[in-house]
C-alpha cells in the first residue's frame, strides 16, 4: 500500500479522538439557563425545614436579598413560609419573629464538547498530505448545562433578639444534556422539560442503536445513564 495512503488512513481512523472542549459560564441568558436556575432555587427551598417556626407570627426580612432575580427569590421564599404555617406579618412591630436571609449563589454554567477532524487536518502536512475540506468539520457535540443555587436563613426573637432558629447552607442544583452526532437524533435529557421537548418526541422515546450507544460511550462526553445527574449532595438538616 502506498505509504501516503496508509498513512492518511491511520490519520483517519484516529479522527474520533480528535477533541475540543470549552466552558462558559452564562446566568439567564436563555429560556433554558433560567428553567434551570428557576429549578435549583425551588430544590434549595425544598430543603428548608421551616416547621420549628409553624404558627408563629413572623416578619421577614428582605432586604439582604438584592439583584434582578431578587423578585421571584423572595416571592417563592414567601409562599414557601406559607405553605408552611408561619403567619407573615406586613410590619416588623407587628411579628414576634424576624427571619433574615441571604442568596450566594443563583447561576448557571455551560460545559460544551466538541469532537471534530481539526487535529487530524492539521497533523496531514507531516506526510505531506495536502488539507482536503474544513478543520471545523464536526462529528459530534455534548452542551451540558448546569443550575445552582444557595440559600440561607435564620430567625430571632424580635424583642430579646436572641437566635432561635438557622439553616445553614442549603443548596439546589439542576441540569440538562444535550447530544447530537451522526448515528442518532439528537437528545436532551435532565432534570427540566424544556418547550423544544414539549413540541418534539421526548428523548426518552428515540429508539437507542447499539451502534450509537457505542459511539456515545466512545466520545466519552455524555453519561448513557438518563437518571444519572448532576444534582448536589443533599446538605445537613436545616438546625432548628
Not at 425551588?42 to 434582578?68: N, T
Not at 408552611?84 to 448557571?108: F, N, R, W
Not at 502536512?125 to 443550575?147: E, H, R, W
Not at 440561607?152 to 444535550?178: K, N, P, Q
Request: aromatic share 8%; net charge positive.
Amino acid at each position: 500500500m502506498n505509504s501516503r495512503l496508509y498513512s492518511l488512513f491511520m490519520l483517519c481512523g484516529l479522527a474520533v479522538t480528535g477533541c475540543r472542549g470549552f466552558q462558559v459560564t452564562v446566568t439567564g441568558s436563555s429560556a433554558t439557563e433560567q428553567l434551570l436556575i428557576a429549578q435549583a432555587w425551588d430544590e434549595a427551598l425544598r430543603l428548608i425545614d421551616f416547621q420549628p417556626l409553624s404558627g408563629k407570627k413572623v416578619f421577614f426580612d428582605e432586604r439582604k436579598i438584592k439583584g434582578k432575580n431578587a423578585g421571584w427569590q423572595i416571592y417563592r421564599l414567601r409562599e414557601t413560609m406559607c405553605h408552611h404555617g408561619l403567619l407573615l406579618q406586613a410590619k416588623p412591630e407587628d411579628a414576634d419573629v424576624i427571619i433574615e436571609g441571604g442568596v450566594a449563589v443563583y447561576a448557571s454554567d455551560a460545559t460544551t464538547k466538541q469532537y471534530d477532524l481539526s487535529g487530524v487536518m492539521n497533523m496531514t502536512a507531516l506526510v505531506g498530505i495536502p488539507k482536503v475540506g474544513s478543520s471545523g468539520t464536526s462529528l459530534a457535540q455534548c452542551v451540558d448545562q448546569y443550575g445552582a443555587a444557595r440559600v440561607a436563613l435564620f430567625a430571632f426573637d424580635r424583642r430579646s433578639r436572641e437566635l432561635l432558629w438557622e439553616t445553614g447552607d442549603l443548596d439546589g442544583g439542576s441540569c440538562t444534556h444535550i447530544t447530537s452526532d451522526p448515528l442518532l437524533p439528537p437528545r436532551r435529557w435532565g432534570t427540566i422539560t424544556t418547550p423544544a421537548q414539549r413540541m418534539g418526541p421526548s428523548c426518552r422515546n428515540v429508539s437507542h442503536s447499539w451502534a450509537g450507544l457505542l459511539w456515545r460511550r466512545a466520545l466519552g462526553c455524555c453519561n448513557s445513564d438518563e437518571s444519572a445527574c448532576c444534582r448536589p449532595e443533599t446538605p445537613a438538616a436545616a438546625r432548628p
